[in-house]
């Protein structure tokens, strides 16, 4: 599903250049669940972004299935990353004065659904994450693990092939952590491919592979 060859990432600011990963390969098949764990400034994050097409490599190919990534231009880029790809984030990005049906609702009016289809998808999915009760809740009326679950199933609502995680339990206990780590392994069997980030080692026997990384570098 994805191969990554020889990425290298190079920021470059004020007559400094800095790297972030160097010569990365990876390849990660349709169905997998793939845990990148490493400590902060290790290049993770970035690796993840750019699998994510929200950053592009220095160097380096990238292929999703047949699709050349790196020869997309950025409208094609974002069409792409809308149709393919869903996204959890460690601080759950939900917007204050939508409720939770909303805002699971929203990439959808984006994409330019209609409203009735919208709700209808994003109520379907609320209840799979085991938040049919909490449909017109606004984000502060709900704890972190429930917000996380309502960014998780705002991440599915374009039934995406791969969904990607930057440290989507790194704001939760670890009660919570276990719950999280649970759905994500279920929606995982269901059929979608999962990389995680994450700099917690507790959480490795969730995923089928472990990559680790090093100074930019995988490293196993």
Partial sequence: MITLSNIS??????GVSAAALTDVSLTVDKG???IIYGKSGCGKSTLLNILGTMDRPTDGDYHFNDTDICGLKFNELSRFRNRHIGFIFQSFYLINELTALENVGMPLGYAGVGKSE?????????????LEDKLK???????GGE????????SLIAGPS???ADEPTGNLDEKTTGDI????????????TIIMVTHN????????????????????
């Avoid at 990432?9 to 004020?14: D, E, R």
């Avoid at 990384?213 to 196993?220: E, F, L, W």
């Fill in 201 to 220: 080692p507790d959480l490795a026997h969730y995923a089928d592979r472990v990559v680790r990384m090093s100074d930019g570098r995988i490293v196993q």
């Fill in 162 to 164: 791969l969904v990607l």
């Fill in 181 to 192: 780590m649970d759905l994500l392994k279920q929606i995982n069997q269901n059929g979608t």
């Fill in 32 to 34: 997998d669940f793939v």
């Fill in 147 to 154: 917000q996380q679950r309502v960014a998780i199933a705002r």
């Fill in 9 to 14: 990432k190079i920021y470059q600011g004020k």
């Fill in 137 to 143: 809740n606004k984000p502060s009326q709900l704890s």
């Fill in 118 to 130: 919208r709700r209808k998808r994003a109520g379907e999915l609320l209840k799979m994450v085991g």
